[in-house]
C-alpha cells in the first residue's frame, strides 16, 4: 500500500533530484516509485560507470550509492566523486554481510549508509533528508565563513587604510609643523637680510605696522627724513613724511594698500628733516603673514635728478628738432645727400623719405629700375638710423644658388652636412644689430620667404646642424626692380612676407626723370674715377649729348660712359638700340602641344634671350638693358639654361 503524497521539497525553482546507482532493477524502481510520491525527481544507473555519466549530465542534488555493481563498484564511484563534486552528498546503500565495505565508503566521502533489505522506505527517505539538509547546513556554513572572512578582511583593510591615513596626516601636521617653523625662521632670517640691505641702499626705506605707524626705517631714510634720530623715527607715522599737499592721496594709496590691494606706486611730495621738499616716487605693498596683513613696505625714489635729466633732454630735443628743420631746408638746392649725388625735385623727394626712414626702425623697400643706385640709398638709411655702428649687410638675392639659400643666410654647423667644414655665420648672424639689406627680393623662393617672415617676426631661426633658436635683431631694408604687387598676384611673392617688408616704401625716380642732375653726376665720376692730378674735362657739348640719352642702365650706365671717357677721351656714340633688331617670329614653337604654360614659357623665353644676346654678339651687359633686367639677373638665367 502505498502511502500518501507528501509536500514536494524543492528549491524555489525546481524538484530535487536524486540519482539511484544500482545493479538490481527492481531496487532501482522501488525507490524511484516511492522518493517521486514524495515529490523528488529519481534518476536510475545500473553501474557506476552510468552513475558517473547521468551524474555529469544531470548534476543531482543526492545519490543512492550500491556498493557491490559490476564494471565499477562503488567505491570506485566514490573516488572518482570526491575528485569532481565532493559536496554532493553520498548514502551507500549496502548489505548486512559488507558492513566493512560501507564504513570503507564513509571513509571515502559518503555521508550515510543503510542496509539491504529495506524493509522501511520512510527509514530511507528521513537519510535522505538528512544528507540534503547536512549537505544545505555545510553550504549555508561555508557561506557565512566566507561571508565572515570577506567582512573580516573588508574591515581589516579599512582599518588598515584609516591607520595609514592617520600615520600619513600625522606624518604631514609634523612636517607643517616643521616647515612653519622653518618658514619662521628664514622669514625672520630674510627680514633681518632685508633690513641689512636696505641699509646699503640710497633710497629711504621704510616699513609700518597696521596702525601706520614706522616699524622700520633704513640707514639713509633716518639720515634724510628724521635726522639720523631714532627716537623722532618711534614718535613719527607715515603721513609725517609726505607734505600737506599730496596727503590726500597718500591716504588714498595707503587705504588701497592696507585693504590688500597692493602694490601701488604714485608720486609725492617728501619732507626732509630741514622742512625742505623734493618730489618722489613712492612704491608700497602690503606685507603679509601666515595669509594675514600685517602693515606696509615702500622705498622712496628722489626725481629730482630725473627731472632735471628731463628738463635737459626736453631741451635737447627741441634743440634736435630745430637742427632736422635746419638740416631739411638745408636740402633745397644742394648737389648731394650724403654720398647721393642729385638736386632735383624728385631726388628731394627722396632725402625726405630717407631721413623719415632713417628716424624709424620699420622696415624698408626700394624701388627702382636696375642702376638707380638702390643699394647706395640703403646704405644712407642705414648710416643716418641708431643701427649704424653695427654692420651693413648686403645680399644680392638672386646670384645665390638655389641649395644655398638656407644655409647662407641662416649658417650652418660643422659637419652639417658634406662640405661643412667649420661653423659659418649666415647673413642674419652678420647683420645682428644692424642692417640687411636684400637686393633683388623678388628672387627669393617662397619657402625661404616663410623662414625668413618666421625670423623678423621674432620666432627665430636655427643654423643648419643645430638645436638652437635664435632670435635677430636686424632690420630688413630690401631693393627690387619689379612690381611687387604683380609678384604678389602671381603667387612667386607671398602676401605676408610682403607686407611685412613693404612698410615704408622708397620710389628711386631713373635717370631721364631728373636729367638736371647728369652735369653733377658726370663731374662727380670724373673727380672719383680719373687717376690722375689733372681733372678731366668733358667738352660742353658732349654733356648735353648724354643730358638727351634716355639711359636704360640709369646712373651705372652713365657711370661706365665717363669711365669709357676718361680712359679713351671721348664720348662714345649714341647707340640706338630697337626691338626690331630681335625678330620673335623667328622663335620655334614648342616641340610638345602639351607642355605646361610654365615649360611654354620656358622654352620661349630661352630662345628669346639666345637671340638677344646673338642680335648684340653676346655683349651681356647690352642685351640686359634690352631687355629691361639686371645682369646678374640674365647671368642666372643664362646658367639655368645653358646659354
Not at 236 to 258: K, N, P, Y
Not at 291 to 299: C, F, N, T
Not at 356 to 366: F, H, L, M, R
Not at 425 to 431: H, K, M, N, S
Amino acid at each position: 500500500m502505498r502511502k500518501p503524497r507528501l509536500p514536494m521539497p524543492s528549491s524555489a525553482h525546481r524538484p530535487i533530484k536524486i540519482l539511484a546507482i544500482d545493479d538490481e532493477p527492481i531496487i532501482r524502481d522501488s525507490i524511484a516509485s516511492y522518493l517521486e510520491d514524495s515529490g523528488f525527481s529519481v534518476l536510475q544507473a545500473g553501474d557506476g560507470k552510468q552513475g558517473l555519466a547521468l551524474f555529469r549530465a544531470q548534476a543531482p542534488d543526492l545519490i543512492l550509492l550500491d556498493l557491490r555493481m559490476p564494471e565499477m563498484d562503488g567505491l570506485a564511484f566514490l573516488e572518482t566523486l570526491q575528485q569532481e563534486a565532493s559536496d554532493t552528498p553520498v548514502i551507500v546503500v549496502s548489505g548486512t554481510g559488507v558492513l566493512q565495505d560501507a564504513i570503507e565508503a564513509l571513509r571515502a566521502g559518503a555521508h550515510d549508509f543503510v542496509t539491504k533489505p529495506i524493509l522501511d522506505m520512510a527509514v530511507r527517505e528521513h537519510a535522505i533528508q538528512n544528507a540534503l539538509e547536512g549537505a544545505r547546513l555545510r553550504q549555508e556554513n561555508r557561506r557565512y565563513r566566507k561571508h565572515l572572512e570577506e567582512e573580516i578582511a573588508r574591515r581589516t583593510a579599512d582599518l588598515l587604510e584609516r591607520t595609514r591615513d592617520l600615520e600619513t596626516s600625522n606624518r604631514n601636521l609634523k612636517r607643517e609643523i616643521t616647515q612653519r617653523k622653518q618658514a619662521e625662521a628664514t622669514l625672520r632670517s630674510r627680514e633681518q637680510k632685508f633690513r641689512e640691505l636696505a641699509d646699503l641702499l640710497p633710497q629711504p626705506v621704510f616699513e609700518t605696522d597696521q596702525n601706520e605707524r614706522f616699524s622700520f626705517i633704513n640707514r639713509y631714510g633716518r639720515e634724510i627724513l628724521a635726522g639720523g634720530d631714532t627716537s623722532l623715527v618711534d614718535r613719527m607715522s607715515v603721513l609725517d613724511i609726505f607734505g600737506a599737499e599730496t596727503h590726500a592721496q597718500v591716504s588714498v594709496a595707503m587705504r588701497q594698500i592696507m585693504a590688500g590691494k597692493g602694490p601701488v606706486e604714485f608720486e609725492a611730495v617728501i619732507h626732509r628733516k630741514d622742512r625742505t621738499l623734493f618730489p618722489a616716487m613712492v612704491y608700497a605693498s602690503p606685507i603679509t603673514r601666515s595669509g594675514a596683513l600685517i602693515g606696509m613696505r615702500g622705498i622712496l625714489f628722489d626725481l629730482t635728478a630725473i627731472r632735471k635729466a628731463e628738463e635737459a633732454l626736453r631741451a635737447s630735443e627741441a634743440q634736435l628738432r630745430q637742427e632736422n628743420l635746419r638740416l631739411r631746408s638745408s636740402l633745397k638746392g644742394v648737389g648731394r645727400f650724403g654720398r647721393i649725388i642729385g638736386k632735383s625735385q624728385p631726388m628731394h623727394e627722396v632725402y625726405q623719405v630717407i631721413l623719415k626712414a632713417a628716424a624709424s626702425s620699420a622696415n624698408v623697400i626700394i624701388y627702382g629700375e636696375s642702376g638707380t643706385g638702390k643699394e647706395l640709398v640703403a646704405h644712407t638709411i642705414h648710416e643716418l638710423s641708431d643701427r649704424n655702428r653695427r654692420a651693413f649687410v648686403p645680399v644680392n638675392c638672386g646670384a645665390i644658388p638655389e641649395n644655398l639659400l638656407e644655409s647662407e643666410f641662416f649658417g650652418h654647423k660643422k659637419g652639417a652636412f658634406t662640405g661643412a667644414y667649420k661653423d659659418k655665420p649666415g647673413f642674419l648672424a652678420q647683420a645682428e644689430g644692424g642692417s640687411l639689406f636684400l637686393d633683388e627680393i623678388g628672387e627669393i623662393n617662397p619657402s625661404l620667404q616663410v623662414k625668413l617672415l618666421r625670423a623678423i617676426e621674432g620666432g627665430g631661426y636655427t643654423p643648419i646642424g643645430s638645436n638652437e633658436t635664435i632670435i635677430p635683431d636686424i632690420r630688413i631694408i630690401a631693393a627690387t626692380n619689379r612690381n611687387l604687387t604683380e609678384e604678389v598676384r602671381q603667387g612667386n611673392l607671398r602676401e605676408d612676407f610682403f607686407y611685412r617688408i613693404h612698410i615704408i616704401p622708397v620710389q628711386l625716380p631713373p635717370l631721364r626723370s631728373r636729367r638736371e642732375d647728369i652735369p653733377l653726376l658726370i663731374q662727380h665720376f670724373l673727380q672719383s674715377l680719373s687717376d690722375t692730378d689733372t681733372l678731366p674735362v668733358m667738352p660742353e657739348h658732349a654733356i648735353q649729348t648724354m643730358m638727351q640719352r634716355d639711359w636704360p642702365g640709369n646712373v651705372r650706365e652713365l657711370q661706365n660712359a665717363v669711365h669709357r671717357f676718361i680712359t679713351l677721351n671721348a664720348v662714345e656714340p649714341v647707340e640706338v638700340v630697337s626691338p626690331v633688331t630681335v625678330s620673335t617670329p623667328g622663335i620655334a614653337p614648342p616641340p610638345d602641344a602639351t607642355l605646361s604654360l610654365k615649360a611654354a614659357m620656358a622654352h620661349y623665353e630661352k630662345q628669346y634671350l639666345r637671340q638677344t644676346l646673338e642680335a648684340h654678339q653676346w655683349h651681356r651687359a647690352r642685351a640686359a638693358t634690352l631687355l629691361g633686367i639686371d645682369r646678374r639677373t640674365l647671368f642666372r638665367k643664362m646658367r639655368a639654361y645653358g646659354l
